[in-house]
């Protein structure tokens, strides 16, 4: 027997826009719909047409442009509303209707206060199911397919939650939402609900239930998954589970759920998973909402290891920490990120990647810089590792090592530095002061070592992004013969490197004569 498939109603455009300081234009909303078809997903809720005429517009345009996928419209169970939603999905080759009303006492009680809807609770009761029978009427004048939600049904009474359904199917409703709109149910606890409705509700066969999860205790996605092990075989969610307060089920997590556990679940949905990782940053840039880097799925953390054990485990073999792979959901693939905790073989495994082939012995050196790099960065890139290969491999013999350096400067005072270099025969220190810092590190180093060789050339960059760097500076000196050398220097701390651009540069110098006046290298 073939694994039943669940229908992917994506309300990213229509709940996932109530999220807070959150507005899609008419055009931006055609752009997620178009992804959101490539995706895969069965349905399309639009927008709410009665409540602005850009609603309205992004409905009907939806219901123009968009083939292939069900173009939903929402509405309360007003017949204005429904009516604006007929109008909006006139042109769409598929269409659906999806209006409803709140079902919990609170909801009854509060909503229709109003005393034209009965005088008790018990009455508003009952008209809200009168009222909620002729809204599926109507809403049946312009489509076959009416979608009726109950609001609040995670805190409604479960008895009035099935008389109200069972009305609204021989109104003529085709899929009912039951909503955990405050999002207050627990897994086991909404998962019973849609059970029973499946199990009370006599004329259910005659419709398919829909889950709609909100995530105010974080369980929105759990809450649908528990809803589709209980008979729904329709999921509302959202692309990076945005929306209302904390949000709606996410999609991704949903489908890869149900795809990874195939096992568990038995179900299937038609979702091409490889558009989430582009779906969910179009997403996200187009409502502003940055994506966690540890969200599940999507986040730039979900395929990323980093400590010792883990590298160590996944280089081995992948499945020991991956559960999915990076490429199955369109994610760059997965990444060892460096830090202090990532250990030898994964900074190893990195430097092979670069190209690099190094003897045991240049591999722990180059480790123990990268230790000292990773201290004081959260992440070592590709470029601070080749900065602190370059600045290893190029190394001559150091016969001036700088071994201390402190650079004081600010607005208002004379910039100083005071350096210790080290030669063979001891240490030398000195302090001066200078047009700026580093000329002041230049100074000192100059007469520290005795040697007042021509800066021809100076400068710095920084060769990783963020505001801990690793900056890397160059600087071309000459000597009295007006010979070029060439050095680099590589830290966090710009001053510092600067200072080890310029030891390395006399160091190469120095080198030079002793080789008998050689140039080592000339060219920045
Ligand atoms: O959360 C909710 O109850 C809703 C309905 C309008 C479907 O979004
Ligand atoms: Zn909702």
Do not use: W
């Not at 974080?218 to 959202?238: D, F, I």
């Amino acid at each position: 027997m073939s694994a039943d498939k669940i229908q992917i109603f994506d309300t990213t455009l229509r709940d996932g826009e109530q999220a807070a300081g959150s507005r899609l234009g008419v055009r931006e909303k055609l752009e997620i719909a178009r992804q959101l078809s490539r995706l895969g997903v069965d349905i399309i809720e639009a927008g709410f047409p009665v409540s602005s005429p850009k609603d309205f517009e992004a409905v009907e345009l939806l219901s123009r442009e968009i083939e292939g996928v069900t173009i939903c419209a929402l509405s309360r169970a007003v017949a204005a509303d429904i009516e604006a939603c007929g109008k909006a999905i006139a042109k769409a080759k598929k269409s659906r209707i999806h209006t409803g009303l709140g079902v919990s006492d609170i909801h009854i009680a509060g909503k229709f206060s109003d005393a034209k809807y009965g005088l008790t609770l018990g009455k508003k009761k009952v008209n809200a199911i009168r009222m909620a029978v002729e809204a599926v009427k109507l809403a049946r004048s312009f489509t076959d397919s009416v979608e009726f939600y109950c609001e609040d049904s995670g805190r409604a009474d479960p008895e009035y939650l099935y008389e109200m359904l069972e009305a609204v199917i021989d109104a003529g409703a085709t899929v009912l939402n039951i909503p955990d709109t405050t999002g207050y149910a627990i897994p086991a606890e909404y998962g019973n609900l849609i059970k029973s409705i499946g199990e009370k509700v006599p004329n259910i066969d005659q419709a398919i239930i829909s889950v709609h999860c909100h995530d105010d205790l974080g369980m929105a996605v759990a809450n649908s998954l528990a809803g589709v092990l209980n008979g729904a075989r329709q999921v509302e969610c959202t692309i990076n589970g945005v929306g209302e307060r904390a949000g709606n089920a996410a999609m991704e997590e949903v489908v890869m759920a149900i795809r990874t556990r195939k096992d568990f679940f038995d179900v299937v949905t038609d979702i091409n998973t490889k558009h989430f990782y582009r779906t969910s940053k179009m997403v996200a840039e187009m409502l502003g909402f940055e994506v966690a880097a540890n969200k599940a799925i999507v986040g730039s953390n979900a395929f990323a290891h980093s400590s010792g054990i883990h590298v160590d485990g996944f280089l081995k073999k992948r499945e020991t920490y991956e559960i999915m792979k990076p490429e199955d959901v369109g994610s760059p693939k997965s990444k060892v990120v460096l830090t202090a905790r990532t250990g030898r073989h994964g900074v190893k495994h990195r430097l092979e990647e670069l190209g690099y082939t190094l003897s045991k012995e240049e591999l722990e050196e180059i480790y123990q810089r990268f230790l000292v790099v990773a201290d004081k960065k959260k992440e070592v890139f590709d470029d601070d590792l080749i900065a602190i290969i370059s600045d290893q491999v190029r190394e001559v013999e150091h016969v001036y090592e700088l071994e201390y350096l402190h650079v004081s400067c600010g607005t208002g005072i004379v910039p100083t530095a005071s350096v210790k270099i080290k030669t063979k025969d001891g240490t030398i220190q000195k302090a001066t002061d200078g047009d700026g810092p580093v000329d002041a590190a230049y100074q000192a180093i100059r007469e520290a070592t005795g040697l007042d060789p021509k800066i021809e050339k100076y400068s710095i960059r920084a060769v990783t992004e963020g505001k801990e760097a690793l900056g890397e500076a160059t600087v071309r000196i000459s000597n009295a013969d007006g010979k070029a050398f060439l050095g680099r220097g590589v830290s966090t701390d710009i001053i510092e490197a600067s200072a080890k651009a310029y030891v390395d540069a006399i160091n190469r110098m120095v080198s030079a004569e002793m080789l008998g006046n050689e140039e080592i290298t000339l060219e920045l």
